[in-house]
Every structure is written in C-alpha cells, then in structure tokens.
C-alpha cells in the first residue's frame, strides 16, 4: 500500500492496488435461526469473488443455514456453538482491559444473556468486530460489517429484477417476497 499527505487536512489516506486489495464482510448472527433472506445476501456475493468475503459467525444449527450461502465459495461459515459470539467478546474484552481470567464466565454469560433477551442489541457492538473478529481477518487486506438484509453487486444481474425508468422492482427469494424499489 501507498500513502500521501492530504495536502488540505494532513489526513493520511491509504492506496491500495484493486488486484491486491481483498475486504471481509463481518456478519455475526445470535438469536435463533438465520433468517431466510439471508439467501439473498449470500448469492450476491457471487459477484465479488476476487474482491470480498462474506464471514458468517453463528451459534444456531448448521442444518439451517441457506443453501445459497452454502454454496457460495465467498461466503465462509464460522459455527461457534451456543453462546460463541458471546465468548469471543468476553474474551478480548478481558485480555484487553487485563481483568482476572476468572472474570470470563461472568462476562461471558451476562453477554450471552443480552445477545439471548435482546438479540437487536449486538449491532452496537459493530465497531469493535474488527477486533473481535481479528484472528479471522489475518488474510484480508480491509474489513467491514455488514446486516443480514444487505445485497451487494450489480442489481441487473439479480434473477427477479426488473429495471423500470431507474429503478430496480419485484424481486422474489423463492422463500419469500421481497419489495424493493432501489435507484439504479
């Protein structure tokens, strides 16, 4: 990676050439079973193979899990077990602040306990994934986070869109339907 002086503000900014550049999409998920639209997130990930991954991080039934994330080479599926997503928070939060080993199970269970009432309640942790998550980043060039209702790509491509005067209309998952209206 290259890096200039932003002659303006003496921000740095980073450059990074596209062929090198390879993002992880986090996206953990607690509460329950994953969601059916889920699908569709995964399928339209296709269209960044060369230049981003999905990381999925779950704590339900591997059965369950979208044939279409599956079956995307992009997309990875990180099972921890009940209460993983919980445990890895817990744990960076007590090897950062230095607090006693012992502390863990107490964190970790008030966490699990949150992320089980109020499942809504994980999105506010978002900006900490990047290092949560850390020991599943290594190999990737950025990171982000993601919902589990986002799509990504090109939405003429998408089976099921129609593009009407700038927009994109109708689109079906096959598990349920979806009513989109999105600028194109």
Known sequence: AESSRD???????SFVQVDRMHVAIVLPWVGGALPPHLSLTCRTMVGGLKTATLLLFFENDRMAVPEACVATTNVMLNFLGHGGVAALHAQ????????????????????ELLFQLAPASLPEFK??????????LSEYSHWTYTDADVVFGRWFCVKGV??????????????EDLALVIMT
């Open 7 to 13: 002659r303006n503000r003496g921000w740095s900014v």
């Open 92 to 111: 960076r939060i007590l090897t950062a602040s230095g607090l006693k080993p012992q502390l863990t199970n107490t964190v970790q269970k008030k966490l």
């Open 127 to 136: 900006p900490t994934w990047g290092w949560v998550f850390g020991e599943y």
């Open 162 to 175: 129609e593009i009407r005067a700038g927009y994109a209309v109708g689109l079906t998952t096959g598990l």
